[in-house]
């Protein structure tokens, strides 16, 4: 109820000319959360969903405009059979049971990320299910999901590639634009600002094209124990940068 309290406090407080157009977050302490609680790794995974429900319904309450978040990585593979098992259960099944509430919330719900490794169907139930929300533009939610930048990158050379074979494009045709519209974020704006909760201060391989020129920020607090006030505060915080591109 005291994180309410605060955070509707603070929403007044934000600038709308000065809002980030797209707002990136790795979802980072999850496990050491759980330790600390002395519980299972994968009842922090469960809390951590909670987290992500409370920061969705956040964003669309101050109009936010694009969020992404780092579900699953690439090197999340080399985990337990079971932790991973686990994992991409809990996701899609947190999909599923929140799929009828973000369509009725005006929320546009994608997956980003490689097929390569998912169970066979994953993709389609993950597909099914997010396509319903297709028609809705008020909030933008990417969940990065088996997601890894260098991969993403690769796949993007790969089909530029394929196109410059079959002579569709010239090697002098490709460029930053034609890149980005090969990734797995083509047509949406890069991330202004980029979240990491649990103290680390590295990418992990995340949206490193795209985070050229964002502004991060960092945290000590364990995902389970991000709070809407805090989202806020690093918003916030984002709105009294100065924001140059390399200019002067």
Not at 216 to 236: G, K, M, S, V
Request: glycine share 6%; with cysteine; proline share 3%.
């Amino acid at each position: 109820m005291k994180d309410q309290q605060d955070y509707k406090s603070l929403i007044p407080l934000i600038v709308k000319d000065k809002m980030p157009a797209h707002v990136a977050i790795i979802m980072d302490g999850n496990g050491r959360w759980a330790n600390l609680h002395k519980t299972r790794r994968v009842n922090g995974h469960k809390a951590g969903v909670k987290v992500v429900r409370e920061i969705v319904e956040t964003a669309r309450e101050i109009n936010l405009k694009y969020l992404t978040v780092f579900a699953f990585s690439t090197e999340n593979w080399r985990r337990s059979r079971y932790e991973v098992n686990y994992l991409l259960k809990l996701i899609l099944d947190s999909l599923i049971n929140e799929i009828d509430d973000l369509v009725k919330h005006g929320v546009n719900i994608r997956f980003i990320g490689t097929e390569e490794h998912l169970p066979p169907g994953y993709d389609i139930k993950v597909a099914e299910n997010c396509s319903r929300s297709w028609h809705n533009s008020e909030l933008y939610l990417n969940v990065a999901m088996n997601y890894g930048g260098r991969r993403e990158l690769v796949e993007a050379i790969q089909a530029i590639s394929a196109k410059a074979k079959e002579g569709i494009i010239k090697p002098a045709e490709i460029t930053e634009e034609v890149i980005s519209k090969h990734l797995y974020t083509a047509g949406m704006p890069d991330p202004d600002l980029v979240i990491r909760t649990s103290g680390e201060i590295r990418l992990s391989n995340y949206l490193i094209w795209q985070s050229t020129y964002s502004e991060f920020w960092f945290t000590e607090t364990l995902w389970p124990d991000f709070t809407r006030a805090e989202f806020i505060q690093a918003i916030l915080d984002y709105q009294e940068r100065k924001r140059r591109f390399g200019k002067r």
